[in-house]
């Protein structure tokens, strides 16, 4: 019997709403479990639910007297999901509810069936709205540590910022500047009925009218095209790799950005992209492989040059950080419940480590991007701020596209990219 899709992803959102799992990990797991055609109904409940946890568990809040917990715990997140489909999907509401009460079997909470009907049906007659008085995460859908950071990072955006994190993101696509143009690649695209919103002007991204599958891109599997935000292609036009230079992409994996720079620099004499992660390095060889591209690849850690560095120094260095990834809330909405205050200070220090590392490896001469997908100063504009106060020999480079006074901020959905940094800074 096909899988109940309202108990699946209940049980995806306890698993990283409660153990703490990105969801990226888990929902392969249990989509396996369902059907084709409804596999991305599951993705659209489970990322739904996310981006918008706080206000729905408020009106939940009145209706659920008793706190449901240890093995009915996941039949709340069934309720969640209920509340969600009521409030934000075009399903009939009958239909909704009875999917939803229905799951309490696959749940082993049968029991629980008249209470998950019950307050369904009060949700569906009487749908809250969020009152004036609300705090600030329930309004704002966010967690009140970073509604905090952000307020003061930003105090003329901050509700710009979180708006535009509960939105969903649109695809973009790189077109492979050694088999075709984004012109080029945009007339194929017509032939295939996929429409596109727009070319960037600097960096050559396609931002498509609506995500699709890769599966109808025409030359997906041949390698013409590739699934990148147009922000993180903004990576390779700024490093600007030239003819016969020897480049080391830090913190390549999945080789989004090592890509990139193969395409737009062919005669590059030597790319090194690292990695800690290995299976995230495997990734990167699939992306190479797929694109026929090629580099060498090293499973090691950054912030350790003596265990992997020949001693050979660089003309280029690409370092796109580990972060807090709160740039790419809207992709990625567990972001906001899985991220903590304390993680932050640790990724700063961690930053540090690598960049003060990799500074070492650079040629005198030789320019190093920094990048994030953060929007947090601490990782981004402060970070940089301290290392050129620390390296005599290191100078920023101005960004043109930038009115920022260190580096490049780019906003969520600014010009409908994912919110990232860079730094450009070049070694005397
Ligand atoms: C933002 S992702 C990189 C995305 C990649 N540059 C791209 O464009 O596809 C950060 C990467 O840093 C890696 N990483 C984290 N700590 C590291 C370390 N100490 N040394 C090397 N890599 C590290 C993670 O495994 C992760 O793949």
Redesign the pocket.
């Known amino acids: 019997m096909a899988a109940n899709i309202r108990a699946l992803a209940a049980k995806a959102l306890f698993q990283v709403v409660d153990k703490g799992r990105s969801l990226s990990d888990v929902l392969p797991e249990l989509q396996q479990k369902a059907e084709a055609k409804d596999k991305a109904l599951l993705q659209e409940i489970c990322y739904g639910v996310l981006r918008v946890l706080p206000e729905l568990e408020a009106s939940l809040k009145d209706l659920v007297t008793k706190p449901l917990k240890g093995k009915t715990r996941s039949t709340h997140f069934l309720m969640l999901v209920g509340a969600y489909q009521l409030k934000y999907m075009r399903i009939p509401d009958h239909a909704a509810i009875n999917e939803t009460v229905n799951a309490t079997k696959a749940l082993k909470t049968d029991f629980l069936r008249g209470m998950v009907n019950g307050v369904l049906r009060n949700l569906q007659r009487n749908q809250p709205s969020i009152d004036e008085n609300a705090s600030d995460p329930v309004k704002f859908n966010h967690p009140s540590w970073f509604i905090k950071q952000i307020k003061n990072a930003y105090p003329q955006q901050w509700q710009n910022i979180l708006e535009n994190n509960q939105h969903k993101p649109p695809m973009w696509l790189r077109a492979n500047a050694r088999t075709n143009s984004a012109q080029e690649y945009v007339s194929l695209l017509g032939q295939a009925n996929i429409s596109v919103v727009r070319i960037d002007s600097n960096s050559d991204a396609i931002l498509l009218e609506k995500p699709t599958d890769v599966s109808v891109l025409p030359g997906f599997e041949q390698g013409a095209v590739s699934v990148?935000d147009g922000a993180?292609q903004q990576?390779a036009t700024l490093i600007n790799c030239q003819a016969n230079e020897r480049i080391l992409?830090?913190?390549?994996?999945?080789?989004?950005?090592?890509c990139?720079m193969l395409e737009l620099t062919p005669d590059i004499a030597e790319m090194v992209a690292?990695?800690?992660?290995g299976n995230?390095?495997a990734r990167?060889q699939e992306?190479l492989e797929r694109i026929s591209l090629n580099a060498e690849l090293i499973e090691?850690?950054?912030?350790?040059p003596k265990t992997w560095w020949d001693g050979k120094q660089f003309d280029r260095i690409?370092l796109?950080?580990?972060?807090s990834?709160t740039g790419v809330i809207r992709r990625h909405p567990d972001i906001k419940w899985l991220r903590k205050a304390s993680d932050i200070d640790v990724l700063v220090e961690?930053q540090q480590?690598?960049l003060d590392a990799s500074w070492q490896l650079l040629k005198p001469g030789g320019t190093l991007l920094y990048?994030?997908?953060s929007i947090l100063p601490q990782e981004n504009k402060d970070q940089v701020d301290a290392f050129l106060k620390r390296q005599s020999d290191a100078t920023l480079v101005p960004i043109e596209q930038s009115q920022d006074d260190i580096g490049w901020q780019i906003l969520p959905n600014e010009h409908s990219m994912d919110g990232f940094y860079y730094a450009k800074i070049m070694k005397s």
């Open positions: 990148q993180a990576a992409d830090i913190c390549a994996a999945p080789g989004g950005k090592t990139h690292i990695d800690i992660d995230r390095l990167v992306n090691a850690d950054a912030s350790q690409l796109d950080a580990p972060c990834a961690l480590q690598i990048a994030t997908c």
